[in-house]
T-cell receptor, first 118, second 117 residues
Framework: GAGVSQSPSNKVTEKGKDVELRCDPI?????LYWYRQSLGQGLEFLIY????????KSGLPSDRFSAERTGGSVSTLTIQRTQQEDSAVYLC????????????????FGPGTRLTVL | AQSVAQPEDQVNVAEGNPLTVKCTYS??????LFWYVQYPNRGLQFLLK??????LVKGSYGFEAEFNKSQTSFHLKKPSALVSDSALYFC???????????????FGKGTKLSVIP
């Protein structure tokens, strides 16, 4: 009955390095989301997965950002050639399949990964 | 496009007093509306949602929210605030008629609630 888990909890990297952030959703949740939380900016949507496919990548800020999901479970968000403006808390959320117009299931969030780019 | 406004960056309330955290939204159709709470160094926790039906929604920890379509608002309320309610509160919206394949929520920037003993 574990919730959404993310690793690492904190990541400090140097500008220009690549980083990988991991998300383990709640078992049985087919929908998975990545958000970015910057100071004073609220939550910014990055990408949505349904199973292993990503029908909505509209929030990825640049081609340095990519994500994949395997086995309908674990997801990895990769940021290449990190920049200082990438510093933020990256949140992952999962939910049950949304079945029907009036069946929008709430998202459950992980604790986040705090990324600091020096 | 969908958007959310939380007009107050910070709300201060004395313990035992009623609290209100304001939220207004904009969608092209009908909304799904949510409130989440974030405690320090923690992820967001779901409080309550409005999907359809009764405009007054009751959620976790004694919180409730009222959907007001004419005012496009979904204010969060609690009759008697506790010091432990101090946290960051986020309102979120999704347009019911958003295109298929995208279920992202749009969040407000958050309101910091401080309950003073």
């Amino acid at each position: 009955g574990a919730g959404v888990s993310q690793s690492p909890s904190n990541k400090v990297t140097e500008k220009g390095k690549d980083v990988e952030l991991r998300c383990d959703p709640i078992s049985g949740h087919t929908a998975l989301y990545w958000y970015r939380q910057s100071l004073g900016q609220g939550l910014e949507f990055l990408i949505y997965f349904q199973g292993n496919s990503a029908p909505d990548k509209s929030g990825l800020p640049s081609d340095r950002f990519s994500a994949e999901r395997t086995g309908g479970s674990v997801s990895t968000l990769t940021i290449q050639r990190t920049q200082q403006e990438d510093s933020a808390v990256y949140l992952c959320a999962s939910s049950l399949l949304h079945a029907g117009r009036d069946r929008y299931n709430e998202q459950f969030f992980g604790p986040g990964t705090r990324l600091t780019v020096l | 496009a969908q958007s959310v406004a939380q007009p107050e960056d910070q709300v201060n309330v004395a313990e035992g007093n009623p609290l209100t955290v304001k939220c207004t939204y904009s969608v092209s159709g009908n909304p799904y509306l949510f409130w989440y709470v974030q405690y320090p160094n923690r992820g967001l926790q779901f409080l309550l949602k409005y999907i359809t039906g009764d405009n007054l929604v009751k959620g976790s920890y004694g919180f409730e929210a009222e959907f007001n379509k004419s005012q496009t608002s979904f204010h969060l309320k609690k009759p008697s605030a506790l010091v432990s309610d101090s946290a960051l509160y986020f309102c979120a919206v999704r347009d019911r008629y958003s295109g298929a394949g995208s279920y992202q929520l749009t969040f407000g920037k958050g309101t910091k609630l401080s309950v003073i003993p």
